[in-house]
């Protein structure tokens, strides 16, 4: 589930990147968010792909 928000995050990212410069800028703030969600999942000991 996580895996798939993330991949989706991450096009939206490149296409927000490369077509729309300003909301390049906010689909980026929620690619990190969601890196440093899957983070805390893997510190924790929890399965990050769950």
Not at 6 to 23: D, E, K, Q, R, T
Not at 32 to 44: E, H, K, P, W
């Amino acid at each position: 589930m996580l895996t798939t928000i993330a991949a989706i995050l991450i096009v939206l990212w490149l296409l927000g990147f490369l077509a729309f410069p300003v909301v390049g800028g906010f689909i980026h703030i929620l690619l990190v968010i969601a890196i440093v969600l899957f983070l805390v999942r893997i510190i924790q000991g929890e399965n990050p792909l769950k």
